[in-house]
């Protein structure tokens, strides 16, 4: 950094406002995407797991050992193979939300009583219609807890994958310290901050939305 | 509109070894009939319930409603033609009152307009107001209220067959008394063949047209009316299961409606004791009984200390006695007196107007009649 040089440069910031943009709605495809198919992954594996007790300590095991391999590791790891694409970023985004999303999902559908789910089957539910309209909607709750923390931790890892250019938010961060240069670094660093505190709000909306029977 | 409900020697083993948790069960149960499984713990009671609706697969024998083997039928086919009740009720809580009742006929993919009307007639029938209750959710009602939108939800379909594992278990005792009143009101009109478990004789002989006993290991030890069960326990243990009172169980079984009133000496208010309007004489009775304008009991009047040429009135009688109603038990009616240390229980009509009283001793009538028709006495019971 210039000795000297403001922290914000203002007119830099004014300058790139359409970038800012850009760069926002990338972070927010990258994250969704992710979230998204670790979601759709994780339902399935969740599913599996909590019906049958064999399957879920593999299951944790492997997304566990996913969980703790270093990001920048993984992604250097997986060039070789992907190159510097948007599936490598994604292939080490998405298995950073299994651990989370699996655990949630299990924890809720285990959650749900005994004799709720006695009674669904007891009336004549197949055991599909049990799932979708009793332990999932009941489960909901606790995923959806489960995609907060996934969708928080994805916002910031997002930024990692700029080195392998990708980023979204993260181009900045890395621009800014390859030149020194602290008003791109800020920008992008408190922006994603936001981006995770908002997507965090809508969850909690969403949450509170679609579980009114918790509320009364 | 109920079903026969017919088991032919009925298996059930849980895994290879060990005894069966049913063995060779045989019942017939006639449609529209409440039977009831009754036995202690360990008595393949649930098993043998879960079978019907195929929630435990039995491993030989037959089950039928209505002459049809239930192995013969789909499961959620079957079990949607079965009411079924728990005693954890297992409300759906992520769903309204209403939707819980539809569960069944939603299944049954019943037109939107029918599914309204039924949830509304039945929360109408089980006394709770639709306005107000249709769109609220299970974790809002009370226990007594849950259950009985749990009965709701089991008669939605009209079932020809309705299960219920220990349904009344959970709540406390007064509320079970009303549930089970309000059950046996609901089973009048609507005539669904029940099964019935519970672990609780009294309410096995208080709920049961046929009362079948389980003993350890799935035997049926006796399957019979309450009123054979208790003057003619088949063994032992039917004995002793049903219990060293059972002389005095029976008096569930008799309500007031079922013995002769005797007339006490009334008089009514503002009538003067012993006067020609009176119509008896002053000394006739020490006690009279004291009627409004409708002939509804007031109390009862000391004559010895009513001075002579006054008139009855209120504030001369002692409201001590218990009032009885028509389909009041004889077992009721007698702890009722004994709990307020009285002689005799004041009948009264739909109306709240007089009709009789019952003494201690009409009641020990009754009890000395099934005593001698083969009960055995209490003490000698306890013996055995």
């Given at each position: 950094m210039t000795p000297g040089e403001p922290?914000?440069?203002?007119?830099?910031?004014?300058?790139?406002?359409g970038d800012i943009a850009l760069r926002v709605g990338q972070h927010l495809v990258l994250t969704g995407i992710a979230v998204g198919v670790g979601l759709v992954l994780s339902l399935a594996l969740g599913i599996w797991a909590a019906r049958r007790p064999g399957v879920y300590a593999p299951v944790t095991w492997v997304t566990g050992v996913l969980y703790t391999i270093p990001s920048l590791a993984l992604f250097a790891?997986?060039?070789?193979?992907?190159?510097?694409?948007?599936?490598?970023?994604?292939?080490?985004?998405?298995?950073?939300?299994?651990?989370?999303?699996?655990?949630?999902?299990?924890?809720?559908?285990?959650?749900?009583?005994?004799?709720?789910?006695?009674?669904?089957?007891?009336?004549?539910?197949?055991?599909?219609?049990?799932?979708?309209q009793v332990e999932l909607p009941l489960a909901l709750g606790v995923i959806l807890a489960g995609v907060r923390v996934a969708t928080i931790t994805t916002?910031?890892?997002?930024?990692?994958?700029?080195?392998?250019?990708?980023?979204?938010?993260?181009?900045?961060?890395?621009d800014g310290i390859q030149r020194f240069f602290s008003t791109p670094l800020i920008v992008g660093a408190l922006l994603s901050v936001a981006l995770a505190v908002a997507l965090d709000g809508l969850l909690v909306r969403l949450e509170r939305l679609v579980t009114p029977w918790a509320r009364r | 509109m109920g079903a026969t409900v017919e088991f032919r020697h009925v298996v059930k083993c849980f895994g290879s070894q060990g005894p069966p948790a049913v063995n060779d069960l045989s019942l017939l149960i006639p449609p529209g009939n409440i039977c009831v499984l009754v036995g202690p713990s360990g008595c393949g009671k649930t098993t043998t319930l879960r079978m019907v609706n195929r929630l435990i697969e039995p491993?030989?024998?037959?089950?039928?409603?209505?002459?049809?083997?239930?192995?013969?039928?789909?499961?959620?086919?079957?079990?949607?033609?079965?009411?079924?009740?728990?005693?954890?009720?297992?409300?759906?809580p992520h769903q309204t009152i209403a939707a819980n009742i539809a569960t069944v006929p939603r299944l049954l993919k019943w037109p939107d307009e029918r599914i309204r009307r039924r949830v509304d007639e039945l929360l109408a029938l089980i006394g709770l107001d639709p306005g107000p209750v249709r769109d609220r959710y299970p974790a809002e009602l009370s226990g007594g209220e849950r259950q009985r939108v749990g009965v709701a939800r089991a008669l939605a379909a009209e079932p020809p067959v309705m299960l219920m594992d220990e349904p009344f278990g959970a709540v406390d005792p007064i509320a079970r008394t009303r549930l089970q009143n309000e059950f046996l009101r609901l089973h009048r009109e609507q005539r669904t063949t029940v099964i019935f478990v519970t672990h609780d004789i009294d309410e096995a002989i208080k709920m049961g047209d046929h009362v079948a006993v389980l003993q350890q290991g799935g035997l049926l030890a006796q399957y019979a009316s309450p009123e054979e069960l208790l003057t003619k326990p088949a063994s032992d243990f039917v004995a002793r299961f049903v219990g060293a009172d059972r002389g005095l169980k029976r008096l569930a079984l008799a309500t007031v409606a079922d013995v002769e009133l005797e007339q006490a000496p009334v008089v009514h208010e503002n009538q003067v004791l012993g006067s020609p309007e009176d119509g008896l004489p002053m000394a006739g009775a020490k006690y009279r009984l004291l009627l409004d304008g409708e002939e509804r009991p007031i109390g009862w009047i000391n004559t010895l200390r009513m001075p002579a040429g006054e008139r009855a009135s209120r504030g001369a009688a002692e409201p001590s006695s218990p009032l009885l109603s028509c389909d009041t038990t004889l077992r009721d009616a007698l702890s009722m007196l004994l709990g307020l240390a009285v002689?005799?229980?004041?009948v009264v009509d739909d109306g709240g107007r007089y009709a009789g009283v019952v003494t201690v001793q009409t009641i020990a009538g009754v009890l000395r009649a099934a005593i001698e028709e083969g009960v055995p006495s209490p003490a000698a019971a306890g013996e055995g």
């Amino acid at each position: 950094m210039t000795p000297g040089e403001p922290l914000i440069r203002w007119d830099w910031l004014l300058a790139h406002l359409g970038d800012i943009a850009l760069r926002v709605g990338q972070h927010l495809v990258l994250t969704g995407i992710a979230v998204g198919v670790g979601l759709v992954l994780s339902l399935a594996l969740g599913i599996w797991a909590a019906r049958r007790p064999g399957v879920y300590a593999p299951v944790t095991w492997v997304t566990g050992v996913l969980y703790t391999i270093p990001s920048l590791a993984l992604f250097a790891l997986l060039v070789p193979f992907t190159g510097l694409s948007l599936l490598t970023a994604e292939i080490g985004l998405v298995s950073y939300t299994l651990l989370i999303l699996i655990r949630n999902i299990v924890a809720g559908i285990r959650a749900v009583p005994a004799e709720v789910r006695e009674s669904a089957l007891g009336m004549g539910c197949t055991s599909r219609q049990v799932l979708w309209q009793v332990e999932l909607p009941l489960a909901l709750g606790v995923i959806l807890a489960g995609v907060r923390v996934a969708t928080i931790t994805t916002v910031g890892l997002v930024t990692v994958t700029a080195l392998i250019g990708q980023g979204g938010l993260g181009f900045f961060i890395v621009d800014g310290i390859q030149r020194f240069f602290s008003t791109p670094l800020i920008v992008g660093a408190l922006l994603s901050v936001a981006l995770a505190v908002a997507l965090d709000g809508l969850l909690v909306r969403l949450e509170r939305l679609v579980t009114p029977w918790a509320r009364r | 509109m109920g079903a026969t409900v017919e088991f032919r020697h009925v298996v059930k083993c849980f895994g290879s070894q060990g005894p069966p948790a049913v063995n060779d069960l045989s019942l017939l149960i006639p449609p529209g009939n409440i039977c009831v499984l009754v036995g202690p713990s360990g008595c393949g009671k649930t098993t043998t319930l879960r079978m019907v609706n195929r929630l435990i697969e039995p491993s030989g024998g037959q089950i039928l409603i209505d002459g049809q083997d239930v192995m013969a039928v789909e499961p959620t086919a079957l079990r949607r033609r079965i009411g079924y009740v728990i005693q954890q009720v297992g409300l759906f809580p992520h769903q309204t009152i209403a939707a819980n009742i539809a569960t069944v006929p939603r299944l049954l993919k019943w037109p939107d307009e029918r599914i309204r009307r039924r949830v509304d007639e039945l929360l109408a029938l089980i006394g709770l107001d639709p306005g107000p209750v249709r769109d609220r959710y299970p974790a809002e009602l009370s226990g007594g209220e849950r259950q009985r939108v749990g009965v709701a939800r089991a008669l939605a379909a009209e079932p020809p067959v309705m299960l219920m594992d220990e349904p009344f278990g959970a709540v406390d005792p007064i509320a079970r008394t009303r549930l089970q009143n309000e059950f046996l009101r609901l089973h009048r009109e609507q005539r669904t063949t029940v099964i019935f478990v519970t672990h609780d004789i009294d309410e096995a002989i208080k709920m049961g047209d046929h009362v079948a006993v389980l003993q350890q290991g799935g035997l049926l030890a006796q399957y019979a009316s309450p009123e054979e069960l208790l003057t003619k326990p088949a063994s032992d243990f039917v004995a002793r299961f049903v219990g060293a009172d059972r002389g005095l169980k029976r008096l569930a079984l008799a309500t007031v409606a079922d013995v002769e009133l005797e007339q006490a000496p009334v008089v009514h208010e503002n009538q003067v004791l012993g006067s020609p309007e009176d119509g008896l004489p002053m000394a006739g009775a020490k006690y009279r009984l004291l009627l409004d304008g409708e002939e509804r009991p007031i109390g009862w009047i000391n004559t010895l200390r009513m001075p002579a040429g006054e008139r009855a009135s209120r504030g001369a009688a002692e409201p001590s006695s218990p009032l009885l109603s028509c389909d009041t038990t004889l077992r009721d009616a007698l702890s009722m007196l004994l709990g307020l240390a009285v002689q005799t229980g004041v009948v009264v009509d739909d109306g709240g107007r007089y009709a009789g009283v019952v003494t201690v001793q009409t009641i020990a009538g009754v009890l000395r009649a099934a005593i001698e028709e083969g009960v055995p006495s209490p003490a000698a019971a306890g013996e055995g």
